[in-house]
């Protein structure tokens, strides 16, 4: 009976605008990450093991074949989700708390200066393309997957500064924080209570479609090599280890590539179907 | 009722398509005709299928996914319903003009006034392109525009409400109509600008016997300028009567509308409200669709039946089945 | 009036290029730190832990690090303003020079998938959300979401799984810059990349189109019996024309952005295999001339974007 009516409800939640997106989205992630724990941990290789001959075809004992050193390509495919999910998840949610943090700051400021210095900084950083900053920032912090996070976490927070700092002046000239400061609440308690939540709201339905956008940095940096060193496993740098063979395996590049757009996809169905819902088609 | 409108719509039925399977109608049995050179005021509440009918005019219908489900839709002979593409080429600003309800976001962003008005203008492919701006100089100057050389090189944003809806009716009327359709061409006016519009209207009548059809919220605004008003309400029009007998009408919704608004004339009249909201779409009661709202409802009102128009002096027909009860 | 209208234009054209020159000044100011905020010197860090003093002294001079902060940036806008961007470690050619003879090519591969990108989407996105027929409409957002989430270097390599690896129609090692030549070296990097820029832009178009057609001015234009080809261009094209022109300018940065990795497995001789390469040898201020040159560019074309939805439709905000 009750569930049934669980069951029922869950229906009625998928019919909605975008329900069909988040769910299918959802599940796609949740299977990738479950994959991600299981085989890297439970499997029986070792991502960095020599288990065989190098350019083995699939077989049961390797679903997707052995690498150009005989490694599994299934163990390294799936211990790349928690090294590139694991990243990008940092190297969204520094920026995203930096960026907030600061747009708030910004909206509620009254010193001329500071506002316009700032605000030509966000301006000048978000003026170069995020990849190309990170490039040449690597020169001077050296390669490797610590710096792109702390790369991204200096560059990107401007462009979630920009959207939170547009959305606390919007928010403190509303009725009701106008109505909070005149019943004379503290202004901390405006910024927790009132502030935040609402400028949160916005930043974190940005950071949800950046996640996409720094997978996909992280990963291409990779590919250059200038993210994930050898031996770790990444989708990025094992693409680009396998362009040297690609007439003798294909797998080398398509695994880890599908998995990467296996993932990202997943992101984009969710974060189409959430703007759908929000918008109500 | 005349041997030869200009407009005949009868019993028109419009539905839209919900869903693949779901259809909900949203004007049913609108009945009543347009003579040459006439003002009709179509009235009645926000909902009622005032621009659904105005639309079904001009064939612009399908857009919303809505079409005519049944019924009688005929201008100057030609049966629009059954009309073809080539048909409309001919008709659609040529033959009728037509005013939008948001006049406001008429017109185009992205041309000029004076873009509009040629386009409207070259409607006639014969009309020589050295003439344009004359012409839309002069069109200009009918709607009342001043300074109209400096208007042609504006874009929309940069007019005030009147001046925008001056534009809308100067391109209704290029290419001289024998039918001007606008639907609710006062809404969102200042009361000055509204009186202004409405002489406007009056005066392009006067000067090129066009016929017009006059849509609004509000009786007594245009109750002076038109010679017929046909009342709306949920789907349905409920009466039709001369504007200088208006005050003799036998329909309880139609005096509901012509007291809710403070009457000018009468400094003594009340301020009165109509009863409740109008019924939504799909939502009809049977029998009198304003059965529900009305002050002198009786039980056979209440009835499951078809509640036609009946004729009930000359030129006044009403579908209220007490219309002889009914005294003020 | 008419004058006021016309200086009223003016007016907002030159604000929005004061803006641009700022933000400019911000790059240059940027590009200038990169090479300072980081902790440690640079000059030793290029030259290793067993590096004699002079040398490092000689290198400090030459990345210009000596002296006051703001001594070094007077002499960093004063080289700027005389078209000085400094001088490659690796090569000792001056940076300009490497930068004019590898940027065309970059232009070129931005410039015609966006004239593709163009072309294919404005007859789809449009016709797609004209008809909005729902089936369609569904299988265009899913393709687009699933070419926009993919990397292009995983485009990119699918591509030469089919058209190197089995026929050898796309080669990827080596450039002949002759002019039908190269083609044979271009065509496979520019269709990757007019593929994504055809998601990004239909994308914007088919939203802006589907919002268009529901104004009221739209139905204006029917009823008027604008004919056809003007109905098109005026009436649905022109009016949704803006938030793509705007989208596209910053698309085409972000697309500069990621030649880079373009150029790197086509191997052209563009810019952005120039920058991978200074990164990989500490070329310091070729790393800092070409992410100048890049901010300057995207700046230059966000620019350009906002100017010409302005011209488009005058109810842009720039
Ligand atoms: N595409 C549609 N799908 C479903 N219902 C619709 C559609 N278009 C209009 N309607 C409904 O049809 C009814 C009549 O609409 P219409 O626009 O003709 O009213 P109106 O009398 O012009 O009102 P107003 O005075 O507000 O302009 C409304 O209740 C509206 O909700
Ligand atoms: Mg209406």
Redo the contacts with the bound molecule.
């Keep these: 009976m009750k569930l049934k009516t669980r069951w029922a409800n869950f229906k009625d939640w998928i019919a909605l605008p975008g329900g069909f997106g988040i769910f299918s989205g959802l599940t796609m992630l949740v299977i990738i990450i479950i994959l991600g724990i299981i085989i890297p941990n439970f499997g029986p290789y070792n991502s960095d093991d020599f288990v065989g001959e190098p350019f083995a075809g699939p077989s049961l004992k390797h679903p997707f074949g052995l690498d150009q050193l005989g490694r599994d390509l299934m163990t390294r495919t799936f211990s790349s989700v928690g090294v590139d999910l694991g990243v990008a998840f940092l190297g969204v949610s520094l920026p995203l708390v930096i960026g907030t943090v600061i747009g708030i700051v910004l909206g509620l400021a009254k010193n001329k200066y500071v506002l316009s210095l700032v605000g030509s900084l966000i301006d000048g950083i978000n003026a170069f393309p995020l990849l190309i900053i990170a490039v040449a920032m690597l020169t001077f912090l050296g390669s490797g997957l610590k710096s792109i996070v702390i790369i991204l976490a200096i560059t990107n927070w401007a462009r979630y500064a920009r959207i939170s700092r547009t959305r606390a002046v919007i928010v403190s000239k509303q009725n009701y924080i106008e109505a909070a400061k005149t019943l004379g609440y503290s202004k901390k308690r405006i910024i927790l209570k009132h502030m935040t939540p609402n400028v949160s709201s916005e930043t974190v339905a940005y950071a949800l479609s950046d996640f996409i956008l720094v997978i996909i940095i992280i990963s291409g940096l990779s590919f250059l090599g200038l993210g994930a060193q050898p031996p770790t496993a990444e989708w990025g740098s094992m693409i680009a280890d396998g362009r040297a063979f690609l007439t003798e395996s294909a797998g080398l590049i398509l695994f880890p590539g599908l998995a990467l757009c296996w993932s990202a996809v997943a992101l984009s169905f969710i974060v189409e179907g959430i703007s759908r819902r929000d918008r109500g088609i | 009722m005349s041997i030869n409108p200009l407009v005949s719509i009868k019993d028109l039925k419009i539905e839209v398509r919900v869903t693949r399977a779901k259809r909900l109608s949203i004007v049913d049995s609108a009945s009543f005709e347009i003579e040459s050179g006439k003002i009709i005021g179509l009235i009645g509440e926000?909902g009622s299928g005032?621009?659904?009918l105005?639309r079904s005019l001009v064939g612009t219908l399908d857009r919303r996914g809505a079409y005519i489900a049944a019924g009688q839709l005929i201008f100057d002979g030609i049966d629009l319903i059954a009309a073809k593409q080539s048909v409309w080429n001919e008709i659609r600003g040529k033959r009728i003009g037509y005013v939008p309800?948001s006049a406001l976001a008429g017109p185009n962003p992205v041309m000029t006034i004076g873009a509009q008005l040629a386009e409207a203008i070259l409607q006639d492919e014969n009309f020589p392109k050295s003439d344009v701006e004359k012409r839309s100089l002069e069109l200009l100057n009918i709607v009342q525009i001043r300074r109209p050389e400096t208007v042609l090189k504006q874009y929309q944003h940069e007019l005030s409400g009147g001046m925008k809806q001056r534009v809308m009716i100067a391109c209704a009327i290029a290419q001289q109509p024998e039918l001007i359709v606008a639907?609710?061409p006062t809404t969102g006016l200042d009361v000055t600008v509204q009186a202004e519009i409405m002489e406007l209207l009056k005066q392009i009548r006067k000067d090129f016997n066009t016929s017009i059809i006059l849509?609004s919220h509000d009786l007594p605004l245009i109750n002076e300028i038109c010679d017929d008003i046909v009342v709306m309400h949920a789907g349905t029009t409920v009466e039709k009567i001369p504007s200088k007998l208006i005050k003799t009408s036998k329909h309880p919704y139609t005096i509901a509308l012509y007291n809710s608004r403070i009457d000018l004339v009468e400094p003594k009249g009340q301020l009165k409200t109509i009863n409740g909201q109008p019924p939504s779409v799909g939502n009809w009661p049977a029998g009198c669709r304003f059965s529900e709202r009305c002050d002198f409802v009786k039980d056979k009102c209440r009835v499951k039946q078809d509640l036609p128009l009946i004729e009930i002096g000359s030129n006044h027909q009403t579908s209220c089945l007490r219309y002889d009860e009914i005294a003020r | 009036m008419p004058y006021l209208m016309k200086s009223q234009a003016l007016r907002i054209l030159i604000g929005r290029l004061g803006r641009a020159l700022s933000v400019s000044f911000w790059v240059m100011v940027i590009s200038f730190a990169i090479m300072r905020i980081i902790p440690g010197d640079p000059a030793s860090a290029r030259l290793g832990a067993g590096a004699e003093m002079e040398a490092i002294e000689e290198l400090r001079k030459t990345l210009n690090l000596n002296g006051s902060i703001f001594s070094q940036f007077t002499n960093y806008v004063m080289g700027l303003l005389q078209g000085d961007l400094g001088t490659s470690l690796q090569t000792g050619r001056t940076v300009i020079d490497i930068v004019s003879s590898t940027l065309p090519l970059t232009l070129y591969l931005i410039i015609f998938s966006t004239f593709f990108a163009l072309l294919l989407s404005i007859p789809i996105s449009t016709s797609i959300a004209w008809y909005a027929k729902a089936p369609i409409v569904y299988v265009f957002r899913s393709v687009t979401a699933v070419i926009l989430a993919t990397p292009n270097f995983f485009i990119a390599m699918i591509g030469i799984l089919i058209f190197t690896v089995r026929v050898n129609w796309a080669p990827v090692f080596g450039y002949d810059p002759q002019f039908p030549q190269n083609l044979k070296y271009l065509w496979l990097p520019i269709l990757v990349n007019t593929l994504i820029m055809t998601s990004v832009i239909s994308r914007v178009l088919f939203s802006s189109v589907t919002e268009t057609k529901e104004e009221e001015f739209v139905e204006t234009g029917i009823i008027r019996g604008v004919g056809r080809r003007r109905f098109f261009w005026f009436y649905i094209l022109k009016p949704s024309m803006a938030p793509t022109v705007v989208l596209l300018s910053y698309m085409m940065g972000t697309m500069l952005g990621a030649t880079v990795i373009l150029e790197t497995i086509f191997s052209l001789p563009g810019i952005g295999r120039e920058l991978v390469n200074a990164v990989l040898t500490s070329d310091y201020p070729m790393v800092q001339g070409i992410l100048l040159i890049f901010g300057v560019i995207t700046v230059f074309l966000s620019f350009t974007g906002d100017v010409i939805a302005y011209l488009l439709d005058r109810r842009v905000k720039i």
Excluded: A
Aim: net charge negative.
């Design positions: 926000s005032k621009t659904m105005c309800q639907d609710e849509v």
